[in-house]
């Protein structure tokens, strides 16, 4: 692997900066022993003991735990379950209808869409869309030296729509109709030279869905062999390997803010802790 290793530490980014039922035999003994003098019937006494003893514990015993049993457990985790189900279903089969489209803006990168619709709710709306022909990022690692905490490949470059220099992972956009993994081939080797023996998809995802339609694949390269990076002319690119509890430290002092490195190194951090169990 190349000897940057070394200058890692030198290289690090700057940071952002109820109430208890009565007793009855306190009541019993001595109000049963005085009431039976031959002043009083014994059909009244016999008919007071039973209706105060009877009706008296069981309303309190049987009135109280079955509601607080049955009405709590049952219905609270049935319903958590149903919605987490029902939720996915509802937003993959409902598509707005597009009424009409208009391009208002089309370049080299992306184009917008004025798009008339009816969404699934219902109503009916006007969006402007960014149309674009998706990206791809890769999570090049060298574990040769370690498995639980590999090298990682970032890169820094200035992003004139953030207004400062960003360190990233190495991504790029897809050509029309490209394969995904081709392009992520290419955009790695174009940009830090490094070529790998193993690739894997980790995670796709929308970074803006509110007005973006660009989605991003990320996929996971192993076994990296160096070579020489050739971006292209308006690439300024200044790379190198990082460890991985590293990056992760960087991430939680807000020195990485750029969102596709903070989801693929984030995701990729927390497989590798169940993976070995920590």
Do not use: C
Not at 148 to 177: D, S, T
Not at 191 to 206: D, I, M, S
Not at 259 to 273: I, N
């Amino acid at each position: 692997m190349p000897k940057t290793k070394k200058a890692v530490k030198a290289a690090e980014p700057r940071t952002a900066e109820a109430a208890a039922p009565e007793i009855a035999t306190a009541v019993k003994p001595k109000k049963a022993k005085a009431a039976k003098p031959k002043t009083v019937k014994p059909k009244k006494t016999k008919a007071a003991k039973p209706k105060a003893a009877k009706t008296a514990k069981p309303k309190m015993a049987k009135a109280a735990k079955p509601k607080a049993k049955k009405a709590a457990k049952p219905k609270g985790a049935k319903a958590a379950k149903a919605k987490a189900t029902k939720a996915p279903k509802v937003v993959a089969e409902q598509k707005a209808e597009v009424l009409s489209s208009e391009v208002v803006f089309e370049g080299p990168l992306f184009r917008v869409l004025r798009d008339r619709l009816i969404e699934p709710g219902g109503s009916e709306e006007v969006r402007d869309i960014v149309r674009h022909n998706g990206s791809v990022v890769i999570l090049a690692i060298d574990n040769t030296k370690s498995k639980k905490n590999p090298w990682v490949v970032i890169e820094r470059q200035y992003r004139h729509a953030a207004g400062r220099f960003l360190w990233e992972l190495p991504a790029g956009k897809l050509e029309p109709g490209e394969d995904a993994l081709l392009g992520a081939q290419r955009e790695l080797e174009e940009e830090t030279g490094y070529r790998a023996k193993k690739w894997k998809p980790l995670v796709e995802y929308y970074p803006s869905p509110g007005f973006v339609g660009e989605s991003m694949k990320v996929f996971v390269a192993e076994d990296l062999v160096a070579g020489d990076a050739h971006p292209e002319e308006d690439e300024r690119i200044e790379f190198r390997l990082v460890k991985l509890s590293q990056v992760v430290k960087l991430i939680e002092k807000g020195a990485i803010q750029d969102g596709k490195t903070l989801t693929s190194v984030l995701l990729f951090a927390q497989k590798m802790a169940g993976k070995h169990g920590k």
